[in-house]
T-cell receptor, first 114, second 116 residues
């Protein structure tokens, strides 16, 4: 079956703009989490959704937001982009979001802010 | 807050040889999960092996095995009979049993280079 799909794969935006990234989890999976990966800070947790509800949020400014739809697809939005937002954004999905379940990751969206 | 430390930025190994990656973590919790993830150039994180803290037996998955030392808060990964396809960035990750499913604390990663 298809894996976690993230779109687009690459994105170039200008400082001050906003961007929306999409994550389609594996069919049947109801939980999605998002990570930011940068060379300097490594992998940092952004947020987690289960059945359209945000269950957890990392330490990021309010410019970073997300949501999950009834079909479990998730989007994250970054407003007023800064150069430091340039990163690989990864999403992961899980069947039920339980502790003993595996996280399946997508290939990420590479965002470059110029 | 939990922290995960991978002190080896890069490790080199010859094909068919064995390499061990180190990982230490800091936590005050007794129940948690530890993981090793592999990130090849395709960027997709792939689960290599998982260990539940309440299990004393070290996890094994084919050529991959861990040495879990709970008291020492150490979780090393051994790759046996290394193959060219093992070349990737390897991340050690911690997940609290009391926090939510999707929240991992990752280490900085170790780049594994496999030479023929």
């Amino acid at each position: 079956k298809a894996g976690v799909t993230q779109t687009p794969r690459y994105l170039i935006k200008t400082r001050g703009q906003q961007v929306t990234l999409s994550c389609s989890p594996i069919s049947g999976h109801r939980s999605v989490s998002w990570y930011q990966q940068t060379p300097g800070q490594g992998l940092q947790f952004l947020f987690e959704y289960f059945s359209e509800t945000q269950r957890n949020k990392g330490n990021f400014p309010g410019r970073f937001s997300g949501r999950q739809f009834s079909n479990s697809r998730s989007e994250m939005n970054v407003s007023t982009l800064e150069l430091g937002d340039s990163a690989l954004y990864l999403c992961a999905s899980s069947l039920r979001g339980e502790m003993n379940t595996e996280a399946f990751f997508g290939q990420g969206t590479r965002l470059t802010v110029v | 807050a939990q922290t995960v430390t991978q002190s080896q930025p890069e490790m080199s190994v010859q094909e068919a040889e064995t390499v061990t990656l180190s990982c230490t973590y800091d936590t005050s919790e007794s129940d948690y999960y530890l993981f090793w993830y592999k990130q090849p150039p395709s960027r997709q994180m792939i689960l290599v092996i998982r260990q539940e803290a309440y299990k004393q037996q070290n996890a094994t998955e084919n050529r991959f095995s861990v040495n879990f030392q709970k008291a020492a808060k150490s979780f090393s990964l051994k790759i046996s009979d290394s193959q060219l396809g093992d070349a990737a960035m390897y991340f050690c990750a911690y997940r609290s049993a009391t926090d939510s499913w999707g929240k991992f604390q990752f280490g900085a990663g170790t780049q594994v280079v496999v030479t023929p």
